[in-house]
């Protein structure tokens, strides 16, 4: 079975200060990684993926994700935080289940930036 | 303009009254979703349809229905709301083994 855990519902930094939000899959096969942000009143815009090849994934308005899969996890970061960043951000894995896919959901964190 | 439009953006009804919200996408996706959005909760997913005649339930398929008769569309039909189901929807579309495109959300209040 594939699911996701974001560790913090809130994550708060300073603009220009650097931006971690975490994430760990459990999975039995090599996964498929995906980021999403969603600002407010919007639907969910696609960051940045990982699912075959370099394990460092660039990804749209500065972020990138690194998969590591002896830690099974797919943090992501950006080096420094903008006001514009604060948004909801999800982590999501393909979760496989006899020859169906699914999508599923973290359960977000909110990145809140202060000047 | 490749995109995945639900119909509408903002509902009120009343409980017990049928309902059907609309999404349809243009970039001839096999896969389509629908999810629902709660506090806390993040993103759950209702139903999915592998292609056309193809559907089956997600995590929370109580009280809901699907259809996909044609490739490009993906109704969820509420029978019979309850306030419960309040909630903010969002349909999906994507290929195997790869990214989900989001409509813009319908933000359903059921009273």
């Known amino acids: 079975a594939q699911s996701v855990t974001q560790l913090g519902s809130h994550v708060s930094v300073s603009e220009g200060a650097l931006v971690l939000l975490r994430c760990n899959y459990s999975s039995s096969v090599p996964p498929y990684l995906f980021w999403y942000v969603q600002y407010p009143n919007q639907g969910l815009q696609l960051l940045l993926k990982y699912t075959t090849g370099a394990t460092l994934v660039k990804g749209i308005n500065g972020f990138e994700a690194e998969f590591k899969k002896s830690e099974t996890s797919f943090h992501l970061t950006k080096p420094s935080a903008h006001m514009s960043d604060a948004a909801e951000y999800y982590c999501a894995v393909i979760k496989t289940d006899t020859g169906f896919q699914k999508l599923v959901f973290g359960t977000g964190t909110r990145l809140l930036v202060s000047p | 303009e490749a995109q995945v439009t639900q119909n509408p953006r903002y509902l009120i009804t009343v409980t017990g009254k049928k309902l059907t919200v609309t999404c349809s996408q243009n970039m001839n996706h096999e896969y389509m979703s629908w999810y629902r959005q709660d506090p806390g909760l993040g993103l759950r997913q209702i139903y999915y349809s592998m292609n056309v005649e193809v559907t089956d339930k997600g995590d929370v398929p109580e009280g809901y229905k699907v259809s996909r008769k044609e490739k490009r569309n993906f109704p969820l039909i509420l029978e019979s709301p309850s306030p419960n189901q309040t909630s903010l929807y969002f349909c999906?579309?994507?290929?195997?083994?790869?990214?989900?495109?989001f409509g813009q959300g319908t933000r359903l209040t059921v009273v």
């Open positions: 999906a579309s994507g290929e195997r083994n790869t990214e989900a495109f």
